[in-house]
């Protein structure tokens, strides 16, 4: 079965460093998201992309994160200069179409620790 | 005020038992409710898929959606440890925001055999 695949599984920055989280979605898939998971807390939404441009965006996506999907088969989230509170699980997601009942497929995550 | 609420458990129960599990939510203009199961480490899996109220079964599970009382329901019969998992809760915002799911905090299952 085709998944959403995430790399790298574990990164460790220090604190003010770039980081680049990666993605490859699902083949075929149009819609695509980001969500993160601070350690005992909800699942929150950052961005969703579609078409080639962010379509919506949480309180939380400020002007230190940016999306990009630089080929036909990545997607990735950076964060320019990291800052303690950015430790967490990063979740890249994707779904076929835009309709109601096109299921969200997560990928495993990315744990960032930010020292 | 909070939008989608979840007893974060732990729930334990013994191998064979009805399990229910349960989420409230604020906004009565939501419309489509999803339970996701996440084992440790791993992404959020889509179990169920629910829109309007009632019943949606697949195997053993149930979901339930009562939009008079704005609850939503997880049953899981005849339960296996491998069953064991955090269990999150969400809809979607309607509109054409419907891959922006808000989330339940989840909660801890543990079956033991």
């Known amino acids: 079965e085709p998944e959403v695949t995430q790399t790298p599984s574990h990164q460790v920055t220090q604190m003010g460093q770039e980081v680049i989280l990666r993605c490859v979605p699902i083949?075929?898939?149009?819609?695509f998201y980001w969500y993160r998971q601070i350690l005992g807390q909800k699942v929150e939404f950052l961005v969703s992309?579609?078409?080639?441009?962010?379509?919506?965006k949480s309180e939380i996506f400020d002007d230190q994160f940016s999306v990009e999907r630089p080929d036909g088969s990545n997607f990735t989230l950076k964060i320019r200069s990291t800052k303690l509170e950015d430790s967490a699980m990063y979740f890249c997601?994707?779904?076929?179409?835009?309709?109601?009942?096109?299921?969200?497929?997560f990928g495993n995550g990315t744990r960032l620790t930010v020292t | 005020q909070k939008e989608v609420e979840q007893d974060p458990g732990p729930l334990s129960v013994p191998e064979g038992a009805i399990v229910s599990l349960n989420c409230t939510y604020s906004?009565?203009?939501?419309?489509?409710f999803m339970w996701y199961r996440q084992y440790s480490r791993k992404g959020p899996e889509l179990l169920m898929y629910?829109?309007?109220?009632g019943n949606k079964e697949d195997g053993r599970f149930t979901a339930q959606v009562d939009k008079s009382s704005k609850y939503i329901s997880l049953f899981i019969r005849d339960s296996q440890p491998s069953d064991s998992a955090t269990y999150l809760c969400?809809?979607?915002?309607?509109?054409?925001?419907?891959?922006?799911?808000?989330f339940g905090q989840g909660t801890i299952l543990t079956v033991h055999p």
């Open positions: 997601a994707s779904r076929a179409t835009g309709t109601p009942n096109s299921p969200l497929h």
């Open positions: 083949s075929n898939h149009l819609y």
């Open positions: 992309f579609y078409n080639n441009e962010i379509s919506e």
């Open positions: 906004n009565s203009a939501f419309q489509y």
């Open positions: 629910t829109y309007s109220s």
């Open positions: 969400a809809r979607n915002a309607g509109g054409t925001s419907y891959g922006k799911l808000t």
